[in-house]
């Protein structure tokens, strides 16, 4: 028998998510799993490690399996920053954090690879409220009927 590892990265609270943050986090998975290359002083090669097959590194998070759990959408956003899922221009040129995270947030829905698997699910039934009245008045607040 074959042992192997195997990755999950998970996001929950999408509504407290900055922009940037994902952006970085995306970033950073494609950056961590590309070959790593060592060099001395003189500027010679030392060592180069690969730590995954070349062709991960190309993968919205470098090919690590990723979920994110939306949560409720009427929740506050970031202080001070866009939420994950704005659609709002970005903050710079298309080489921001901002800008990256944009772009990988709407890979995430939309791959534009066929070996990318993305699955929406909604679940629209409240199970944490069992009071009626007040469940409605959340309700209520949350479509602005207040």
């Not at 790593?36 to 002083?41: E, F, R, T």
């Not at 800008?99 to 039934?125: H, K, L, R, T």
Request: glycine share 6%; charged share 25%; net charge negative.
């Amino acid at each position: 028998m074959q042992h192997c590892m195997m990755f999950l990265l998970a996001l929950d609270e999408h509504s407290m998510t900055r922009r940037k943050s994902f952006g970085w986090l995306c970033h950073g998975q494609n950056e961590f799993r590309k070959t790593q290359k060592l060099y001395d002083d003189a500027g010679m090669l030392v060592h180069e490690v690969a730590l995954v097959v070349e062709t991960l590194v190309t993968r919205p998070l470098g090919g690590i399996p990723f979920a994110m759990t939306m949560g409720d959408t009427a929740q506050l956003p970031p202080v001070k920053d866009k939420p994950i899922y704005d659609r709002g221009p970005s903050t710079s040129s298309g080489k921001s954090a901002d800008a990256y995270g944009q772009f990988a947030f709407q890979e995430f829905f939309n791959p534009s690879s066929d070996e990318v698997i993305s699955s929406v699910v909604v679940m629209d039934e409240v199970v944490r409220q069992r009071d009626v009245p007040f469940k409605e008045f959340l309700e209520q607040m949350t479509d602005g009927k207040l």
